[in-house]
């Protein structure tokens, strides 16, 4: 599956950004779907998952203040993120989770930057 993800750029603290990620190109059918982030010099970590039945789930960082939502119809990912603030700054990463042929396969998108300024 084809994963791409839109919807970042620069913001001042406090403010807030809507990130998208859709899903495409494949037969199966894709189960959990997340946000990571990764910013320099660190590992990329969870921010926020959420299945397909809709349970979710957050990093502790970011309660509170990120929802994650999902468009099962359209294979389509949201993160709202408020009180955004110079410590989110990083690069955002959708994966989509699928099962094929019996076997775990995960599909990244390209990234897309979140700048947050003081």
């Known amino acids: 599956v084809q994963v791409g993800e839109s919807g970042g750029g620069l913001v001042q603290a406090g403010g807030s950004l809507r990130l998208s990620c859709a899903a495409s190109g494949s037969g199966f059918s894709i189960n959990d779907m997340g946000w990571y982030r990764q910013a320099p010099g660190k590992q990329r970590d969870l921010v926020a998952s959420i299945t397909s039945s809709g349970i979710t789930n957050y990093a502790d960082s970011v309660k509170g203040r990120f929802t994650i939502s999902r468009d099962n119809a359209k294979n389509t990912v949201y993160l709202q993120m408020n009180s955004l603030k110079p410590e989110d700054t990083a690069v955002y990463y959708c994966?989509?989770?699928?099962?094929?042929?019996?076997?775990?396969?995960?599909?990244w998108g390209q990234g897309t930057q979140v700048t947050v300024s003081s």
């Open positions: 994966k989509a989770s699928q099962i094929v042929w019996g076997l775990p396969v995960d599909s």
